[in-house]
């Protein structure tokens, strides 16, 4: 995975709760056997009529949020169904970052093995960055490194995200090669049990 | 006696691998299931490092979610058809018993687990798929992981895991006639809703829990993640062992005795503690229906639609209405359905069948309704013709299938169209998860069975017949 310190991008605002990983990816796309290409079809049955038509209600369909990379969401966010088509769809549509007020599990780490950063951030703030993206092209600036997040009128804050996931997204380290370091110990682990 | 502990504590120590501060521990996992939707990355992943399956022998996988559950040998769909056949191919070149489509173990992945015998008392399961919290009724750790885990497992056979806190969720009192598992789950989830469980593992305890079949004890920890919560689990008892015994894959002989011996060990212990408890009284629970386009947003069959303005969530409710194409304040003994699916990892075991059968038996499903019965796995279809529960069904006129994943999510050609609307035994009722546009309203199968034949939701405990 890609290595991530910083990013600095257009946010866009989805302000549902419990957004669900059907509704980020729907079924019909998941027969695919490649890990890429799902963006067109990130929140399908959201962003297109029964004929394939681009709604032009649903706002990320809008040319002002056309190149956002960061999804602004509601409490829960990527509950349901454990695929890692969800994280695969975001990112291949260009999300880098994802904050909301809390995550379901399965999508948190889901995010992280694909390198993007989700960001639990109180309700408050996001409420605010929430309308403010509503109202007018939004830029946020996410700096992993020292765990703030800033908008260009100056007000910084900070977030919380565990050391072991900020060292793995800040080096793209692949998990399973830092996994096999500790291969002796699986094997003894083996052996115990035999 | 040391501190007393609860299974989830027993299993954890028992799977440690590495330990280090600051970070997750590495957990050993002793059964690794796979299915062909979230996989085939996984493999591709490995190939390109030029890595091996490490434990093939304790990795199984089953073609279940997009399988036909009619005209088994017609895959229309070319790439779903491709994605089952790179499963096959997946599991010839690294060695991986694989259950095909046509193969007499064949089933859901969470129903052939348990069916089979590779889900026990106290070993650590993961699968692709977020309802392994399924195996978790037999007093198994089990969880669903995404595609890069499924590669991590499938390379290394261990899983960086947090400890996840406990949730202690005590059902005491027991069911009234007609209340089933899902009804209780069901009411849980609208009671605490969709996110309570998460960051938690949920222990089941408490007298309603210990009378229900091993059956309902997996409909009820199935749908833990429909609560948030990754892994739910029961603490083995007799049941468990009764139910696990002469099994493919479990001990034999007095191999057998000393698993089971090791298993009712496994069970909490007195005095042990948990993060959190919530209590419900099982006697208070009625047969529970959704409403909305999430499982916490459900009622008593007896009750009403919600009222947008009393909703503490005002726009999801409003949003969830509009989808459902439902009135504020509406009965939902009111609500009509033209499509009834009996099936799912939740609710398609023999039991299962066998208490809607019992609703259907002599009568018959309301002209305009589609009704399908889709059997858990090829057994449980295998058993149920045996007790002549397919023709009760097709008698009644419900279709009678093949098994598979099917109407839960559609990934195959059993969908409910735009506009459709559902009774389904399964276990969301998100947008567009059984079609497009279709409809979904979560019950138990008696309640499915109900809604077939009058054609709108009705109180089964006042169905002629069930009480008595």
Known sequence: MEAIQEHKGLVYPLDRSNVDTDQIIPKQFLKRIERTGFGEFLFYNWRFDDDGNPREDFTLNQQAYKNSSILLAGENFGCGSSREHAP???????????????????????????????????????????QEATDSQ??????????????????????????????????GWDDIALTLLQEDKILAYEASRN | MGKPET??????????????????????IDQHLVHEVTSPQAFEGLRLTNRKVRRPDLTFATMDHNVPTKNRHVVKDEISKKQMETLKQNCADFGIKLA?????????????????????????????DSHTSTHGAFGALAFGIGTSEVEHVLATQTIWQERPKSLNVKVIGDLGPGV??????????AKFGVRFGTGYVMEYTGDAIRNLSMEGRMTICNMSIEAGARAGLISPDQKTIDYLEGREYVPKGDAFEKAAEEWLALATDEGATYDHTVTIHADEIEPQVTWGTNPGMCVP?????????????????????????????????????????????????LGDLEKAAAIVKGRKVKDHIKAIVVPGSFSVKLQAEEAGLDKVFTEAGFEWR?????????????????????ASTSNRNFEGRQGNGARTH??????????????????????AGVLS
């Not at chain 2, 989830?8 to 521990?25: A, F, L, M, N, R």
């Not at chain 2, 093949?402 to 559902?422: F, H, K, Q, T, Y």
């Not at chain 2, 199968?445 to 169905?463: L, Q």
């Open chain 2, 100 to 128: 095909d489509m046509f193969h007499p173990d064949q089933g859901i992945v969470h129903v052939i687990g348990p069916q089979l015998g590779l889900t026990q008392p106290g070993k650590t399961i993961v699968c692709g």
């Open chain 2, 301 to 349: 069959v007896g009750g009403n639609t919600p009222i947008v303005a009393d909703s503490d969530h005002k726009e999801d409710v409003k949003r969830a209405l509009e989808y459902m194409g439902l009135e504020e304040n509406q009965p939902i003994t009111s609500i009509e359905i033209d499509h009834v699916f009996i099936g799912s990892c939740t609710n398609s075991r």
């Open chain 1, 88 to 130: 695969w769809a975001l990112t291949d549509f260009g999300f880098k970052v994802i904050l909301a007020p809390s995550f379901a599990d399965i999508f948190y780490n889901n995010a992280l093995k694909n390198g993007i950063i989700p960001i639990k951030m109180e309700e408050e703030q996001l409420n605010e960055w929430m």
């Open chain 1, 138 to 171: 939004f830029v946020l600036h996410v700096d992993l490194l020292n765990q703030q997040i800033s908008d260009e009128k100056g007000n910084v804050i900070t977030f919380d995200i565990p050391e072991y996931h900020k060292e793995k997204l800040l080096n």
């Open chain 2, 402 to 422: 093949e098994s598979g994943c099917s109407m839960c999510l559609g990934m195959n050609d059993d969908i409910v169209p735009a506009g459709g609307r559902c």
């Open chain 2, 442 to 463: 979560l019950v138990s199968p008696e309640m499915a069975a109900a809604a077939a034949i009058e054609g709108r939701f009705v109180d089964v405990r006042n169905f």
């Open chain 2, 180 to 189: 089933t598992a899902k009804d209780l789950i069901l009411a849980i989830i």
């Open chain 2, 7 to 28: 299974v989830v504590d027993k299993i954890w120590k028992k799977h440690v691998v590495h330990q280090e501060e600051g970070k997750p521990d590495l957990l050993y």
